[in-house]
């Protein structure tokens, strides 16, 4: 599996979880409704944007969703680190 894979797949399991469409949880973890589909299109993401996606999902996980288990969890953000 590819680091897009992975975030895609983080993707989905996030919007299943809080049973929102793929266009919400873009909005929330990029600020943009469109980037997730554009990269299940096909498009590409910067690595550093693609890290600090991951990092997003990781410290606004659902409390009762399972994390899919092939995916590395990475630490949240310093800034997620220092609200919790």
Same mark, same amino acid.
């Given at each position: 599996m590819s680091s897009i894979d992975d975030l895609l797949a983080v993707a989905k399991a996030y919007t299943k979880a809080? #049973? =929102?469409?793929?266009? $919400? /949880?873009?909005? !929330? /973890?990029? #600020?943009d409704t469109k980037k997730l #589909?554009? =990269?299940? /299109? #096909? !498009?590409? =993401?910067?690595? !550093?944007r693609l890290e600090k996606t991951m990092r997003w999902f990781s410290g606004n996980w659902p409390? $009762? /969703?399972v994390w899919?288990?092939?995916i590395r969890r990475p630490s949240p953000s310093p800034e997620q680190a220092g609200a919790a």
């Open positions: 809080e #049973g =929102i469409p793929l266009s $919400t /949880a873009s909005w !929330r /973890a990029l #600020g #589909g554009d =990269i299940e /299109a #096909g !498009r590409d =993401i910067q690595v !550093r409390a $009762t /969703a899919p288990s092939d």
